[in-house]
């Protein structure tokens, strides 16, 4: 072991002698000296511990902001839609509108004595019904299902009064319509299509595993099938069954 010599005056043989009493002069450094050198790394381990809390608190805070933005633009989704289906049902309330002042235009009509003379018939092909006018304002409707995919009138109860002519236009301009014992559901003809082919390479009932497979939106419609009897899982085959393709 290395010798090492130090120089001390009075006054710290004094201290060490006072702190480590009894011991020889030769312990009492040694003591003193290590006693310095754990002192030191407790301070290094305690710095560490303290810049460890300052990085945890950093992500922390960033998950806060990341999950509060994620929030924001989920609202502001959601507002969008509750517009785009607000506006589906005036559509709707307007095309009604526009057929009885049709249907009362042509009672008078006909219980009128026309005096003057008739004017030019003019050709079928030229003429636009009101409901050819509106033929493309009523796509709104079958356009937000194809962005959402799946409707459960659970959702719509507090944003369209009218439910039962909405679900009747749904199906009307393509889209797929169940009735289940709780609520109606609208699904686009495509995804339905999709969600079934997923569905058929499905070998597990694992809600894991299922909303990998078929997503927030594709899970949420099969546990409404099941609750409904109208898909199952055949456990023996080891393959999802629906009722209805």
């Known amino acids: 072991?290395?010798?090492?010599?130090?120089?001390?005056?009075?006054?710290?043989?004094?201290?060490?002698?006072?702190?480590?009493?009894?011991?020889?002069?030769?312990?009492?450094?040694?003591?003193?000296?290590?006693?310095?050198?754990?002192?030191?790394?407790?301070?290094?381990?305690?710095?560490?511990?303290?810049?460890?809390?300052?990085?945890?608190?950093?992500?922390?805070?960033?998950?806060?902001?990341?999950?509060?933005?994620?929030?924001?633009?989920?609202?502001?989704?959601?507002?969008l839609n509750d517009i785009r289906l607000k506006l589906t049902e005036l559509i709707g309330k307007v095309d009604d509108l526009e057929s009885k002042v049709n249907e009362l235009s042509a009672k008078l009509g006909e219980s009128k004595i026309q005096a003057a003379p008739k004017p030019e018939a003019v050709p079928h092909e030229a003429r636009e019904s009101p409901r050819e006018r509106s033929k493309e304002r009523r796509t709104s409707a079958i356009e937000i299902l194809k962005k959402q995919k799946v409707m459960f009138e659970a959702d719509l109860a507090s944003k369209i009064r009218n439910r039962d002519a909405f679900f009747e236009r749904l199906r009307r301009d393509g889209a797929l319509v169940l009735s289940l014992t709780d609520q109606r559901v609208a699904i686009d003809p495509e995804y339905w299509q999709d969600f079934l082919s997923k569905l058929k390479g499905l070998d597990t009932n694992s809600e894991k595993e299922i909303h990998e497979v078929l997503g927030k939106v594709g899970s949420e419609l099969l546990k409404a099938l099941s609750k409904n009897a109208l898909a199952y899982f055949d456990a023996t085959k080891k393959r999802w069954v629906v009722l209805l393709e």
């Not at 009894?22 to 810049?51: C, F, M, Q, W």
């Open 1 to 79: 072991m290395p010798e090492v010599k130090l120089e001390l005056d009075e006054k710290a043989m004094k201290k060490l002698l006072e702190k480590f009493p009894g011991e020889p002069i030769d312990k009492a450094v040694e003591k003193a000296v290590k006693e310095s050198i754990s002192t030191e790394k407790l301070a290094g381990i305690k710095e560490l511990e303290e810049e460890i809390e300052s990085i945890h608190l950093v992500i922390h805070n960033l998950q806060r902001i990341v999950t509060t933005t994620g929030d924001l633009l989920n609202s502001y989704s959601q507002v």
